[in-house]
């Protein structure tokens, strides 16, 4: 007899028949979204446990080696009341980094499979929507673009630091581990060097990260290889610091992006939703491009939701809106008066001082009001802003350096939305992520409290001197949009949700930018109502643009043409001698011209289908081991 195949659970607690056939996306009993979160499985035992397996009581289903389905996703996971330190505290020291580490899901308590509930399971993992594992490091690195190549490269770095402080920098180090998405480098988990590097060599240096690196140098870009060698013996150096080679590792990356074009679009809408009287968000701009020239558009976009009720919140995101925008004029003017590359960190200091000067002036308002705790007023803060600096470039010229800064402060969020991927770029300053960042507690166990969402700050709450400001760097070298929103439209995870109907008619050219930053507007107050919701739209292009072929104009016998027409279709006299045209030119000129459209449209289906279509990675059948350096 056939053993019955494994069932996906609906989510939804009320539904009368919850169980579903693996394959479908809405429940066939309530047509309720399905949930499908797979999982990377850590431990000895986890590589032993075989493909189409169920185990934890039939909870997680083996699709793949050490990738589980957790069949049902609406229940919490399995969390022992202690845990071992050592492997999972790493993880949730390293929560800010969640954007290219996984999260610690919960643990696999079967003891059939893991007597010792030595198996853990992570979450936030490298699969594609097709739920395969991304692309290996070293696969994608052959033939990918020079600036691509370069910024995979300075994130490791960036990864470099947190991780050896955390002793866990041998994840760097498995070939396997190691993939990208676009172009983000995400790690598959985390091995500790105690338990991968041998006695006589504890810690691992930048020396053994540049051994890494020359393995993959003599495959980049040829103008790439002699840099990167030279930049892998200066690490190979005695008493090298990892500030060091950033700033010639920057150097590199912002030559090789500024030779891209940039073309920047921007809109902003703000609403009060249907639930609400009075709207305590605020945002810059506010509609599309027809503004002033404030030396902001499209540089600089904005988002604050305000707190503290109606004439607390208010004043607060509209005093922050205006604040910063005088703040962000004086940076960017400063930024384009600099004949000198202005290094990252002191562009992010720059931007976090502004913070604190925005924050004093809501403090001080507070504190001439008398409003004291619950009653202070304050609001978040999510702004992007495009960092125009200028470089020469090999060609002489001087161009922009793509580079994009985001500053977050409280729950707003951002996400860069390209036709494959949607990724959540800013982590949350709340209850549950606190809890995490100190190691008290899985991501999964603290949104189980009541405060799970309540903001551990804000701006204007209190003095500055408490405020911690996130502030990332990003170089633009993608086509994409870049999504700012309040919690009014990130809640209960609608952007994860909707974001391929949404912004799937806009890449298709069958909507601007306008429609569907409306369209994410009528989502958020269609599902969450309840709040205002704020928003801005950034789209990025750094792809030339698609050619225009002009067709022959051929006036039909009977049609007639204004003067104006004329004027626009005939080209304008010049002293070159008329030439005499045969009776098969003009058949000559059509078939060369359909000939020229059909190639664009070829050209164009092909660059369509390799968006929407990218070539498959590799599947998830391999076993990750850590190489040693």
């Not at 696999?108 to 692309?135: A, H, M, T």
């Not at 551990?456 to 070298?477: K, N």
């Not at 909507?511 to 958020?524: C, G, P, S, Y």
């Not at 027409?565 to 045209?581: F, I, M, W, Y």
Request: glycine fraction near 6%; charged fraction near 15%.
């Amino acid at each position: 007899m056939n053993q019955p195949g494994p069932h996906l659970y609906c989510p939804n607690p009320a539904c009368s028949a919850p169980l579903n056939t693996l394959g479908k996306n809405t429940c066939q009993t309530c047509g309720t979204a399905l949930v499908y979160r797979y999982l990377w499985a850590v431990g000895p035992a986890a590589a032993q446990v075989a493909v189409g397996a169920t185990v934890g009581s039939g909870r997680y289903y083996v699709t793949a080696p050490r990738l589980w389905l957790d069949t049902q996703p609406a229940l919490p996971p399995d969390i022992p009341d202690t845990w071992p330190e050592a492997a999972i505290a790493p993880y949730l020291r390293l929560y800010p980094k969640r954007l290219h580490l996984p999260e610690v899901y919960g643990f696999c308590l079967d003891p059939k499979v893991s007597p010792q509930g030595e198996i853990f399971l992570l979450e936030n993992i490298p699969l594609d929507r097709s739920n395969l594992l991304y692309p290996v490091l070293s696969q994608a690195w052959v033939g990918a673009h020079p600036v691509r190549q370069v910024y995979w490269l300075w994130q490791l770095l960036e990864l470099w630091t947190p991780l050896q402080t955390e002793g866990v920098a041998a994840s760097l180090f498995a070939p396997d581990n190691l993939r990208v998405e676009g172009w983000r480098v995400r790690l598959c988990q985390l091995y500790r060097d105690a338990e991968v590097l041998p006695l006589s060599a504890p810690e691992l240096t930048l020396a053994d990260l540049a051994g890494l690196w020359l393995g993959w140098v003599d495959q980049a870009h040829p103008d790439l290889r002699q840099p990167l060698k030279q930049l892998c013996q200066a690490m190979q150096q005695e008493g090298v610091t990892v500030t060091t080679i950033a700033t010639q590792l920057n150097q590199h990356l912002l030559q090789q992006a500024a030779q891209l074009p940039l073309h920047l679009n921007l809109v902003g809408l703000t609403d009060t939703g249907r639930d609400r009287s009075h709207n305590e968000d605020s945002c810059y701009p506010l509609g599309t491009s027809s503004l002033p020239n404030d030396g902001l558009f499209p540089r600089v976009a904005i988002v604050c939701d305000g707190i503290g009720g109606h004439e607390g919140g208010e004043v607060a995101s509209q005093l922050a809106v205006q604040s910063f925008k005088l703040q962000a004029q004086a940076f960017l003017a400063e930024v384009l008066q600099q004949s000198e590359l202005i290094p990252p960190h002191l562009l992010s200091e720059q931007l976090e001082a502004s913070v604190r000067v925005v924050n004093n002036l809501i403090a001080a308002q507070n504190n001439d009001q008398g409003r004291e705790d619950r009653r202070r007023m304050g609001t978040t803060l999510m702004m992007a802003v495009q960092v125009p600096q200028r470089l020469p470039t090999p060609t002489g010229t001087f161009e922009n350096s793509h580079e994009l800064y985001l500053v977050s402060v409280g729950d707003s969020r951002a996400y860069w939305i390209t036709p494959r991927y949607c990724q959540q770029l800013t982590v949350d300053d709340d209850v549950a992520v606190r809890e995490v960042r100190m190691g008290r507690s899985l991501y999964r166990e603290a949104l189980q409290r009541p405060d799970a969402g309540a903001l551990t700050q804000a701006l204007g709450t209190r003095d500055s001197e408490y405020l911690r400001p996130t502030v990332q760097r990003f170089i633009l070298e993608e086509d994409g949009i870049l999504l700012l929103c309040s919690d009014g439209l990130s809640d209960h995870h609608l952007v994860e949700q909707y974001w391929p109907e949404i912004t799937d008619p806009f890449f298709l050219g069958k909507r601007t930018l306008l429609e569907i930053a409306h369209a994410w507007l009528d989502l958020a107050n269609q599902k969450n109502g309840h709040d205002n919701t704020s928003l801005a739209l950034l789209h990025v292009r750094v792809s030339p643009p698609v050619p225009v072929v002009s067709l022959p104009t051929m006036e039909h016998p009977t049609t007639r043409w204004s003067e104006a027409s004329h004027a626009l279709a005939d080209p304008p006299a010049t002293s070159e001698p008329e030439t005499t045209s045969n009776p098969q030119s003009g058949k000559g000129l059509l078939i060369l011209a359909v000939l020229a459209l059909g190639i664009l449209i070829a050209g164009v289906g092909a660059v369509v289908w390799r968006e929407m279509n990218p070539s498959p990675p590799a599947p998830p059948q391999e076993q990750l081991s850590p190489a040693r350096p």
